[in-house]
C-alpha cells in the first residue's frame, strides 16, 4: 500500500476552513489513539493498494460513511 499525508512536513490542505481543518485533526487523532495505525494519515484519500489485498479487504468492511476509510487502511 502507498499513502499520501497531510500531516507530514511538506503536506496539508488547501481551501479548507478552520472548522474542517480541526475536525480531520480530532478525527485522525481519536482513530490513532483508538487503533495505533502505522499512518499518519487515516481520512485522507491519497493511496494506492494492490488489487488483491482490496480485494480481500472489501468483503470485511463493516463501516459506512467515512470511517470506512478508517477501517480499510487499518485492515491493510
Not at 3 to 10: A, D, E, F, Q, V
Not at 29 to 37: G, H, K, Q, V
Not at 53 to 74: A, D, L
Request: positive net charge.
Amino acid at each position: 500500500m502507498v499513502t499520501g499525508t497531510r500531516y507530514l512536513p511538506g503536506g496539508g490542505v488547501y481551501g479548507w476552513d478552520l472548522n474542517r481543518k480541526l475536525t480531520s485533526r480530532v478525527a485522525n487523532f481519536l482513530a490513532a489513539t483508538m487503533l495505533a495505525p502505522t499512518s499518519s494519515d487515516l481520512t485522507g484519500s491519497f493511496r494506492l493498494y494492490k488489487r488483491e489485498v482490496i480485494e480481500k479487504i472489501i468483503p470485511q468492511v463493516k463501516s459506512r460513511g467515512y470511517v470506512f476509510q478508517m477501517e480499510i487502511i487499518t485492515r491493510a
